[in-house]
């Protein structure tokens, strides 16, 4: 024990992430995700955010490590240009755009350079669960 209380152990920093901790890192905020593949041979995490589905892609892998993160999810619906629009100069960390077909895509990135600790990992799913549905409910408006 230290002189303040128990000691603490230092955080894991991550500077790059595997698809199976990142997996057990959605699995401890409440998700049920479902580890695979993308069409380059790079991790990629499913899971359901209140019945949605969204995914999670891992970029600038190197040894089946990802130096930077990005949520997805995308929507078949069709919303004017002008909301989007609106929700992308009203908000922040979320960005919302139409793919070529017209979809509504939705991203958010997550940067791991300098390093970060896995409570900032689970924080960013957290803001991610709240701005996505933040967003949901905005377009359908």
């Known amino acids: 024990?230290?002189?303040?209380?128990?000691?603490?152990?230092?955080?894991?920093?991550?500077t790059t992430i595997s698809g199976e901790e990142m997996a057990e890192i959605v699995r401890e905020e409440g998700y049920a995700?479902?580890?695979?593949?993308?069409?380059?041979?790079?991790?990629?995490?499913?899971?359901?955010?209140?019945?949605?589905?969204c995914l999670l892609f891992f970029y600038g892998v190197e040894d089946g490590r990802a130096m930077s993160l990005q949520f997805r999810a995308a929507f078949r619906e069709q919303v004017p240009m002008e909301k989007v629009n609106e929700w992308n100069?009203?908000?922040?960390?979320?960005?919302?755009?139409?793919?070529?077909?017209?979809?509504?895509?939705?991203?958010?990135?997550?940067d791991l350079e300098g390093g970060v600790?896995?409570?900032?990992?689970?924080e960013r799913l957290r803001?991610?669960?709240?701005?996505?549905?933040?967003?949901?409910?905005?377009?359908?408006?």
């Open 33 to 53: 995700p479902e580890l695979d593949e993308d069409s380059h041979g790079d991790p990629m995490i499913r899971f359901r955010v209140e019945g949605y589905n």
């Open 89 to 110: 100069r009203r908000k922040r960390f979320l960005k919302v755009y139409l793919d070529e077909d017209g979809d509504v895509n939705m991203d958010m990135d997550v």
């Open 117 to 122: 600790t896995r409570a900032y990992l689970a």
């Open 1 to 14: 024990m230290g002189l303040f209380g128990p000691k603490q152990s230092p955080a894991t920093v991550y």
């Open 127 to 141: 803001t991610w669960r709240a701005a996505f549905l933040a967003c949901v409910r905005f377009l359908a408006d």
